[in-house]
């Protein structure tokens, strides 16, 4: 690995990341939140929180309050179940992606009224603006259709019109890549990319990353990512 792509990427092992085991839900922190504080990992760009969790059968967020967020979901295994104040329901099923814009303010649950576990990384942008409606969506992405290649889930900008709608200067990308394979990713100077493989093993210009590794990366120079074993890889691009 040479100098140039160590100083432009940080790995964050799995293990290294901050842990809550609270019975119904097993998370990891990415960054700072809740009782996890760490003063190095505050943020990356415009993205404040990403968190792995585990949410068990039959149990889930009870109603709570958000402002001033976009808060994106990204179901791997099983589905969650969305409630709001705005009377939005909806159930998003493995592979698929919701999500919500707090705005001047919502009260939401999530529940998974499933008889398995479901895993999803929850993701949270700081918006371009505070304010604003609040408003939900969500929308099937099959695997499928994104073998071999990144594709845009969520957006900020409006020329990614097949993605669902976010208010920040951020876009949302996933795909999957045969052991193997590889995929390059070119971001603008002065963008911040973090980069998880939800499963499977990858190499990112060179450097392992196992599954539920994260990657922060400073964006202006084309990355490279390598499946080792058939892999699925989620990437937030942000200001």
């Known amino acids: 690995m040479s100098t140039n792509t160590a100083s432009r990427i940080e790995r964050r092992p799995f293990a290294s990341l ?5 019975g119904w839900l097993n998370a990891r922190h990415h960054f700072s939140f809740a009782d996890y504080h760490d003063p190095d990992r505050m943020s990356w760009g415009k993205i404040r929180v990403w968190n792995d969790d585990e949410i068990a059968a039959r149990s889930g967020f009870p109603p709570h309050p ?3 967020m976009e808060i994106i979901t990204y179901v791997r295994q099983g589905a969650i179940t969305h409630q709001d104040s705005l009377g939005n329901k909806g159930r998003t099923e493995a592979g698929d992606v919701q999500v919500m814009s ?4 919502i009260r939401h649950a999530e529940y998974n009224l499933e008889d398995e576990t479901t895993t999803l990384f929850q993701i949270w942008v700081i918006p371009r603006a505070r304010g604003g409606s609040p408003s939900w ?3 099937p992405f099959p695997r499928g259709d994104r073998s071999g290649k990144l594709a845009v889930l ?4 409006e020329d990614d019109a097949e993605a669902l709608r976010i208010r920040a200067d951020a876009r949302l990308l996933g795909g999957t890549v045969k052991a193997g394979d590889s995929v ?10 973090y980069l998880v493989p939800a499963t499977g093993r990858i190499e990112i210009d060179g450097e392992a990353f196992e599954a539920r590794d994260g990657a922060a990366i400073i964006g202006g120079q084309p990355i490279t990512i390598t499946a080792i074993e058939d892999s699925e890889i989620v990437l937030v691009d942000s200001e």
């Open 184 to 193: 390059t990713y070119e971001s603008a100077p002065g963008r911040h990319l």
């Open 154 to 157: 969520a957006s900020g900008y």
């Open 102 to 105: 707090a705005g001047t303010g």
């Open 66 to 68: 958000h402002a001033d």
């Open 137 to 139: 969506g969500a929308k």
């Open 18 to 22: 901050g842990h809550a085991d609270h």
